[in-house]
């Protein structure tokens, strides 16, 4: 997540997700080349088969293209409104809270299973209820959680002040979420 535009009054934030567009659009035209530029190099049995993978590669593709979701976060002084808008090619949600009812921001770690922790900020509500923010463009190395945590606590601190809220960081793990990995460990040894 980036912030794109920040005023006294408006910070807008997004988030795309341009390595999996990307690599969408190389599945497309990995399939089209399969489709058309290799045809003659295939006898017809052998050019059924690789129909069929352009088909796949095409469809995977597509799907990345469509489905894929900008993030963009709006917080607006003047509307006293926070926005948040999920858009991709296909759809377009949007969730809305009042800025006056957020009571502080966390900063927390989810789990997000086979991909392990991700950090994540939190809107917490005057009634106790949360308005997490959706999770943005995720890959599983380490390196990218690595920065994905110094984003956040960058853009954490800076929408606090801006809302004057308190920000909090609540990404420690608890003993029940250490255990299992430290006995993973032992019993490699």
């Known amino acids: ?25 190389i599945f497309i035209l990995t399939g089209l080349s399969l489709l058309t530029i290799l045809k003659p190099a295939f006898s017809s049995f052998d050019y059924e088969r690789v129909i069929n993978f352009a088909f796949l590669f095409i469809l995977l593709g597509l799907g990345a293209v469509l489905i894929l979701d900008t993030i963009t976060i709006s917080l607006d002084k003047t509307s006293n409104k926070l926005s948040l808008i999920l ?3 296909i759809r377009k949600k949007v969730k809305e809270c009042p800025l ?6 966390e900063l927390r770690l989810f ?3 086979g991909e392990g922790k991700w950090p994540r900020l939190v809107f917490i509500l005057i009634d106790g ?22 984003k956040e606590r960058n853009i954490g601190p800076k929408i606090a002040t801006f809302l ?24 490699r040894k």
């Not at 997540?1 to 807008?12: N, R």
């Not at 209820?129 to 110094?150: C, D, M, S, V």
């Not at 809220?165 to 979420?177: A, H, L």
């Open 164 to 187: 004057n809220v308190p920000f909090n960081e609540n990404i420690t793990s608890n003993i029940n979420e250490i255990l299992p990995e430290i006995r993973r460990i032992f019993k």
């Open 111 to 113: 789990y997000m299973p």
């Open 87 to 89: 858009r991709s090619i």
């Open 129 to 150: 209820t949360e308005f997490p923010l959706p999770l943005g463009a995720i890959t599983t190395t380490g390196r990218r959680r690595k920065r994905q945590i110094i």
């Open 1 to 25: 997540m980036k912030i794109v535009k920040e005023t006294s009054d408006l910070i807008i934030i997004k988030d795309r997700n341009i390595a999996f567009f990307t690599i969408g659009i």
């Open 100 to 105: 006056n009812q957020i009571r502080a921001i």
